[in-house]
């Protein structure tokens, strides 16, 4: 799938938007065999947008039930718009960060087959991280 821009995405899901994405998965038999088990789907990105967007993609062509994770924002008139545009697409998120008890709902949307999307390039300050291996980088 294509990247887009901020107001693409908060107009995916709008009364407006005439363009019909398809999304191509790579390994969609790994994934399709996941939620077949019911084992829950987790899909990683870096930061670049796109889950307004794709999030219904694959819901619509897979079946998926998605959960994006987000970091609260700042600005919380800014968190409602999003939050607001991200309803209006379909799509299901959980803010995480002030909450340590906001993974049981990533959680327990995994145990019920369901597909978390969530970016890991970046650790909120005051987090601890540790640098791992992925796919051999």
Avoid: C, Y
């Amino acid at each position: 799938m294509q990247t887009q821009s901020r107001a693409e995405g908060l107009g995916a899901g709008g009364k407006h938007a005439d363009v019909r994405p398809r999304a191509l998965v790579f390994g969609a038999r790994n994934m399709e065999m996941a939620l077949a088990l019911r084992s829950g789907v987790i899909f990683v990105t870096a930061h670049t947008g796109g889950w307004e967007t794709a999030g219904p993609v694959l819901a619509r062509e897979h079946g998926l039930r998605l959960l994006m994770v987000m970091n609260a924002e700042r600005d919380p008139r800014a968190q409602a718009l999003h939050d607001d545009a991200r309803r209006r697409a379909g799509l299901g998120f959980v803010h995480v960060g002030a909450d340590p008890f906001a993974s049981l709902e990533l959680l327990r949307h995994l145990r019920t087959g369901g597909a978390v999307a969530m970016q890991i390039d970046r650790v909120p300050p005051g987090m601890r991280s540790r640098k791992v291996r992925l796919l051999g980088e």
